[in-house]
Each structure stands twice: as structure tokens, then as C-alpha cells.
């Protein structure tokens, strides 16, 4: 099968990524293969190739937000039938024993496994999943529209509860790619006021006429003070100005994997009065479940970009320059 590999990190734009020939993978027990139709390239992707994040394996195949069609089972793996269209998602694997596991918090496993980090991903004809990581996807949305559901959805939804909005509150949106225009939408939906802040033109028309009450530069005030914020931009210089534009009580949840560093904060100016800082760190199953029941009954609509498969590496960089709004879904046909 035709395969992307990270062949070694660097900018997007000197081509860390290679499109290479590989052997089919063969499904393991209590595994599934399924025959990729779309994988979405989620800004994690990013951070490998560039090496943001340390590669956990050579040539690794990236991509966790995976729709593809069951075509081969495992010894033992009676989930799914062959045929059905599945998603494959960031989580893969959790040990079951830690404390963290055993209390309904296995997103903070001791020994978790990732999709395209520490296995082969979606940005390849073939993947391989543990049926028990997998998801069944509504039949609402196209395979190109489902992909950015596994990660941006899933991780915009776990952000939007980190972030203890309280009901009809005041949002702000730090950052508005693919997971930050999914969970505006449920905030909106649920009768939040949402306001969004980012560098990108584009992103802000996008972000109003997807409903939001005000889209401004990520630099400036939102309108009114925020009882939560978001920050999607991986941009630590914006964790001080998301935190000096909450209320009293207010809480901050940054949504990324990597962050640039932060600057000093003050503690009478950022954090006094009750001010919380927190983060996101991956997701439980039953954040995905979750997600994927919300986007049906809220009805999301997903902006996503289709490239075909040979273009991996251009729809990184339009991800990397922020050339696109919404998200870019690699489609294998
Ligand atoms: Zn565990
Ligand atoms: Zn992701």
C-alpha cells in the first residue's frame, strides 16, 4: 500500500514527510484492518513532522482521525462486521490498572498508545485498530465531513467541559481551526454567547457566519468579560491575554499537545479572584461517544477541505500557514 511517513521532523515546508510503498498491515487480535476512505490532519500531525512533539518511532505514519471501511477481522474480533464504516481515533490503547484507568480518567493513563505516534495512522491506504478503540460513526455525516469529528470534534468537546462554561455564560475562542469551529458550535447550540479571537481573516468570517457573537485579533479584548476561554492557538504569549479577559471565577483551558512557552504570569493580574488555568490532555472513549452523539443532535456542520491523498504534505502546510479555515481531510479517492 502507498504510505506517508515522517521520514525526519522539520518545518512543514522542507518536506519532513515522504509517500512511500509499504507491506498491508495485518490486523492483530481483537483488531480490526479497515480500508482508509478519509484521514483528517489535525494540527498534531504537525507538531511530529516538525518535531514539536518527539517522534516515539522512525518512520512513522501519521493521521488519527481516520473513516475507513472494515475489510479484515482479527482472531477473536466480533465488534464490527466487515464492511461497516468505522472511525479510528487518537487513543488506541490504555493499560486498564492505573489509578487513572480504574477511575474513568483514562485519558491521564500511565501507559497509553497513540495513533500515528506511537502506531501507523491514517495517512496510508490500510489501518489496523484495537476493535475496542474504535468508533461507529453516524451516518449524518459524508466520510469527508466525519474525519474532523475524531480528533478536533472529540478534543474541541473535552475542552468546552474543561473549561466549566457555565450554562447561557459568556465563551471566549482563542485560535479558530478545526476544533475551535466544531465547539463554537456546540457552545452556541447549548445558548452560550461565543466570542472568537484570532490573527486570521478568514477564520473570523468563518466564525460569524457560524453564529458567534463577536471575532476580533487574537491580541485584542473581547466585548464583554468571559466566564470561560478556550485557547486552541498553540501560542503561550496568549495564555496571559485570555486570562486578563476573564471574569471573576473564570476558567482557561488550553486545548493543544504543544504550547510555546508561556510568559511570567502576574498573580494579583492572571489568577487572583479564582481565576483557574488548566489543560486538556487527550480524551476518554466516553468523550468520543459523546461527541459523536452531540454533533448529530446539535447538528454541526463540519467546513472541511478534501485533498487527494498524493497532497498529504501541501494540506499540512495550508494547516501550518493557515491557508485554509475549517478543517483538511486527506481523501484516498
Ligand atoms: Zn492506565
Ligand atoms: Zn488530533
Excluded at 2 to 28: E, F, K, S
Excluded at 151 to 177: T, V
Excluded at 184 to 204: C, F, K, M, N, P
Aim: proline residues 6%; glycine residues 10%; aromatic residues 6%.
Amino acid at each position: 500500500m502507498r504510505a506517508w511517513v515522517v521520514d525526519r521532523p522539520a518545518p512543514i515546508d522542507d518536506g519532513p514527510l515522504r509517500l512511500v510503498q509499504r507491506d498491508d498491515p495485518m490486523p492483530g487480535p481483537g483488531q480490526v484492518r479497515v480500508r482508509v476512505r478519509t484521514c483528517g490532519v489535525c494540527r498534531t500531525d504537525l507538531h511530529l513532522a516538525e518535531g514539536d512533539l518527539a517522534p516515539r518511532r522512525p518512520q512513522v505514519t501519521p493521521g488519527h482521525e481516520v473513516v475507513g471501511e472494515v475489510d479484515a477481522l482479527g482472531a477473536g474480533a466480533d465488534r464490527f462486521r466487515v464492511g461497516d464504516r468505522i472511525g479510528i481515533a487518537w487513543l488506541r490503547h490504555t493499560c486498564g490498572t492505573c489509578r487513572f484507568c480504574r477511575s474513568g480518567r483514562e485519558n491521564l493513563c500511565v501507559g497509553p498508545l497513540f495513533t500515528g505516534w506511537d502506531e501507523d495512522g491514517g495517512y496510508a491506504e490500510y489501518a489496523v485498530v484495537d476493535e475496542r478503540y474504535a468508533y461507529s460513526l453516524p451516518d449524518d455525516f459524508s466520510d469527508v465531513e466525519a474525519a474532523p469529528l475524531l480528533c478536533s470534534g472529540i478534543i474541541g468537546y473535552r475542552a468546552l467541559r474543561r473549561s466549566n462554561l457555565p450554562r447561557f455564560g459568556r465563551l471566549g475562542i482563542y485560535g479558530f481551526g478545526a476544533s475551535a469551529h466544531l465547539a463554537a458550535q456546540i457552545a452556541i447550540r447549548e445558548g452560550a454567547t461565543v466570542h472568537v479571537l484570532t490573527r486570521s481573516d478568514e477564520a473570523r468570517k468563518l466564525a460569524l457566519d457560524l453564529g458567534v457573537a463577536s471575532a476580533r485579533d487574537a491580541a485584542d479584548r473581547p466585548p464583554e468579560p468571559l466566564d470561560a476561554a478556550i485557547l486552541f492557538a498553540p501560542v503561550g504569549t496568549l495564555v496571559p491575554t485570555a486570562l486578563e479577559a476573564l471574569d471573576r471565577g473564570g476558567t482557561l483551558a488550553i486545548a493543544g499537545i504543544h504550547l510555546t512557552d508561556i510568559p511570567t504570569l502576574s498573580y494579583e493580574k492572571h489568577l487572583f479572584e479564582e481565576r483557574a488555568l488548566t489543560s486538556v490532555t487527550a480524551n476518554t472513549r466516553a468523550d468520543g461517544e459523546e461527541l459523536l452523539l452531540a454533533a448529530t443532535r446539535l447538528r454541526l456542520e463540519v467546513r472541511a477541505t478534501p485533498y487527494p491523498m498524493e497532497h498529504a504534505d501541501r494540506a499540512l502546510s495550508d494547516v501550518a500557514h493557515d491557508r485554509l479555515t475549517g478543517a483538511a481531510v486527506i481523501s484516498m479517492t
